[in-house]
């Protein structure tokens, strides 16, 4: 709920104009707020004197405005997502938390439809071999279905997967610890599952979430075969503590072990400019 200190509030009005939900008018020279609202905050965010708050969220910083803290050349953003390459080759190394808590902390900031914020995240490092096993386990347990079409009413391209899923899984198991046997994991020492009640909450989120791997050296794989493993896979998703009703993406992350020397070619832009 959105809180206004009177002491502090010197009824100037700003806020009002900029709250989507017209939820804010002044009464007797200081503003007030009518109702619930979806708390995008644009209230706080533009107040003067500090005077707006929301009761039922965590302590946390909120930085002033500083342009020279934002400063992101657009062409130099535009040469970083065109660098941005999936990765399935990773050095032996370990994550840093606070790597990994930077990723999440973009994807906590990031915008969902009404602000439902309901995206939240599962990071596997400690007891990625257990995770492991149970993916590997749970994508098999379907191949059989997905070869015979059986999963195209929800997942159309399953059927084109099934033959790749057995043999990956016929030579992971020869020797679960060779990540050169892993097609699914590819030696990554980390996996963020993230997760969702509406998909594209959690689309953007990962997005951003992957974004803030590169700045800091990381790579990621998106990872469409993690992901039906978590949502094929009771035993799974017990793992994660998941109730089987979220939208979940995965991702790998680690360290690269390979070094891009240019920008690939795409398609053509595909836009209609009306
Ligand atoms: C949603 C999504 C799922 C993906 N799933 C897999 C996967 O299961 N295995 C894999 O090797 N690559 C996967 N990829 C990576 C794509 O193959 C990759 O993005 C594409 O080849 C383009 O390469 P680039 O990302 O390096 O530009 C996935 C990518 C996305 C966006």
């Known amino acids: 709920m959105v809180i206004i200190d009177s002491a502090k509030c010197?009824?100037?009005?700003?806020?009002?104009?900029?709250?989507?939900?017209?939820?804010?008018?002044?009464?007797?020279?200081?503003m007030t707020v009518k109702r619930a609202c979806m708390e995008c905050g644009h209230c706080i965010a533009i107040c003067p004197t500090e005077a707006i708050s929301l009761d039922d969220y965590p302590a946390q910083p909120l930085y002033p405005y500083d342009p020279a803290a934002m400063q992101i050349a657009p062409e130099?953003?535009?040469?970083?997502?065109?660098f941005r390459r999936s990765c399935r080759r990773f050095v032996d190394r370990k994550v840093e938390r606070s790597k990994l808590a930077l990723m999440?902390?973009?994807?906590?900031?990031?915008?969902?439809?009404?602000?439902?914020?309901?995206?939240?995240?599962s990071v596997i490092q400690d007891s990625l071999p257990q995770f492991k096993a149970l993916c590997w386990e749970s994508l098999h347990h379907v191949t059989a279905a997905a070869a015979r079409g059986e999963l195209a009413a929800t997942d159309p391209t399953a059927s084109n997967y099934a033959r790749l899923w057995q043999r990956s899984y016929e030579k992971y198991?020869?020797?679960?610890?060779?990540?050169?046997?892993?097609?699914?994991?590819?030696?990554?020492?980390?996996?963020?599952?993230?997760?969702?009640?509406?998909?594209?909450?959690a689309e953007l989120v990962a997005s951003n979430v992957e974004l803030m791997a590169?700045?800091?050296g990381l790579a990621c794989l998106f990872t469409g075969f993690v992901r039906r493993s978590v949502l094929?896979?009771?035993?799974?998703q017990d793992f994660l503590g998941m109730d089987g009703k979220e939208f979940v993406l995965c991702m790998l992350v680690?360290?690269?072990?390979?070094?891009?020397r240019r920008t690939v070619p795409r398609k053509a832009l595909q836009a209609d400019w009306l």
Do not use: W
């Open 10 to 30: 010197i009824g100037c009005g700003q806020c009002a104009p900029d709250c989507f939900n017209h939820n804010l008018k002044p009464v007797g020279g200081k």
């Open 76 to 82: 130099n953003l535009l040469r970083f997502i065109q």
């Open 104 to 121: 999440l902390e973009a994807g906590r900031f990031t915008a969902t439809g009404a602000n439902l914020q309901d995206v939240s995240f």
């Open 173 to 201: 198991q020869l020797d679960p610890a060779n990540p050169e046997n892993d097609a699914m994991f590819f030696n990554a020492p980390a996996v963020i599952v993230v997760k969702g009640r509406f998909a594209q909450h």
């Open 214 to 216: 590169y700045t800091q």
């Open 232 to 236: 094929y896979g009771s035993k799974v």
């Open 254 to 260: 680690g360290y690269p072990a390979q070094t891009y």
